[in-house]
């Protein structure tokens, strides 16, 4: 578990807001006042007070039959005001699945965020048989074609912190690493096995701005089905061009692709 540095300044009333909008980001069902206590060592009176503020402010709803607090989705709806991110999802978003109608095929975007790789967007394959990452999720820097197809065109310092901060698998050295970026970054587009599912193909491609440097990533977990008419060179093709496209509509120059 990720420890919590230890704080400059102290402001107690936040912190314990923080710690509330934290522990309910992990639950699916929600906790009850009492529960939201226990778990944070606080007490009923102090946690209450904090629940109301964040549900006049709209953080968090309470359910009127169990009385759990689940969070809303307005800390989303503030992540997507970030203009790089808002940007990209509203134009991201027809693409993608017009991008999936086209290849039955789900696809992904998703941004680095503080050393992890953050899905913001998705489209399902509209066929029967559905493998896509949850919307939210959070997925290992090293271990998503994601996140290294997105370091592949970051900056040389960038990787280098990363590379300090965030644990390296034990399977794959920094030398490694570093000879697979250069190789996606030569390719433009990273297309390998899946870090995480038997039989899944990764292609991923980024989608790069007006500086030159990668703002985040189009994945397809490309999965082969008997009897699929579109090929998976047709499907490569179709996503790369997608990412392209993005990449356009925010002043940038697509990587060449060999």
């Avoid at 965020?113 to 967007?121: M, Y």
């Avoid at 998503?144 to 698998?169: D, K, W």
């Avoid at 179709?238 to 993005?246: D, G, M, W």
């Avoid at 990449?247 to 692709?257: A, D, F, I, M, S």
Wanted: aromatic letters at 4%.
């Amino acid at each position: 578990m990720k420890e919590k540095p230890i704080p400059t300044y102290s402001a107690p009333a936040l912190e314990k807001g923080l710690d509330i909008v934290e522990l309910l980001s992990k639950q699916d069902v929600g906790l009850t006042q009492s529960e939201i206590a226990r778990a944070l060592g606080r007490t009923v009176g102090e946690i209450f007070r904090m629940l109301m503020v964040l549900q006049d402010r709209g953080y968090v709803s309470q359910d009127p039959l169990s009385d759990r607090y689940s969070l809303t989705t307005y800390i989303f709806e503030i992540a997507l005001r970030i203009p790089v991110v808002g940007r990209m999802t509203a134009v991201a978003g027809p693409l993608m699945r017009d991008l999936s109608a086209k290849t039955n095929q789900s696809v992904h975007l998703a941004i680095l965020s503080e050393g992890t790789v953050l899905v913001v967007g998705q489209a399902n394959s509209p066929g029967n048989n559905v493998l896509s990452v949850r919307l939210g999720a959070k997925i290992d820097l090293w271990r998503a074609s994601s996140g290294r197809v997105i370091l592949a065109f970051t900056s040389e310092q960038e990787v280098a912190r990363l590379m300090q901060n965030v644990p390296l698998p034990d399977e794959s050295p920094a030398s490694q690493i570093l000879e697979e970026l250069a190789q996606i970054k030569k390719t433009g587009l990273e297309v390998r096995d899946s870090f995480i599912v038997k039989g899944v193909v990764n292609i991923s491609a980024p989608i790069i701005d007006h500086s030159g440097l990668a703002v985040g990533a189009l994945t397809m977990p490309h999965i082969e089905r008997y009897g699929e008419t579109i090929t998976f060179d047709q499907c490569k093709q179709e996503l790369v061009a997608t990412a392209a496209s993005l990449t356009r509509h925010l002043g940038g120059q697509p990587p060449g692709v060999s």
